[in-house]
């Protein structure tokens, strides 16, 4: 009788621990990814201190319409508009603002180059930009220096 409660009480305690041995599964492994679209239908409410209920979480085509584009990586390049126009905004460029940098936006940006100190180059680093993108919200009648 003894021998026979013995084996029960290890049969149990062997029962007990044999799930103890099975691995887990992690967190990620039980959570399932959301998809696109089930996150744009979420609509969580909460209720605001007795009021209505209002909502919590816009959904989220709507919350990445309200949020501004993150600025690029590294220094701002300008683009060759804004280049034109900050030229001709500082009474060195006298072409049509079309975008592209031709011999007449090369000779106007080396000429701003020269009176403002900087390398000649014809080229728009960070450095000339730092000053030439001053002109370029500026009126080109606002007195800005003629060469």
Do not use: H
């Not at 609509?43 to 993150?70: D, F, H, I, R, W």
């Not at 403002?116 to 450095?127: E, R, S, T, V």
């Amino acid at each position: 009788m003894k021998n026979l409660g013995f084996i029960i009480l290890v049969l149990g305690v062997m029962v007990n621990f044999a799930g103890c041995g099975k691995k887990q599964p992690s967190l990620e492994e039980m959570q399932e990814p959301l998809s696109m679209e089930a996150l744009s239908t979420l609509n969580t409410e909460a209720k605001v201190s007795g009021e209505a209920k209002a909502p919590a979480m816009q959904p989220a085509a709507q919350a990445a319409a309200t949020l501004e584009p993150l600025p690029p990586a590294g220094p701002y390049k300008p683009t060759a508009m804004e280049i034109q126009t900050a030229l001709k905004n500082a009474n060195y460029y006298t072409g049509a603002i079309d975008g592209k940098i031709g011999p007449m936006t090369k000779k106007a940006i080396e000429e701003f180059q020269k009176a403002n100190g900087l390398k000649a180059d014809g080229k728009i680093g960070p450095k000339t930009w730092a000053v030439l993108g001053t002109y370029l919200n500026v009126p080109s009648s606002s007195g800005a220096k003629k060469r």
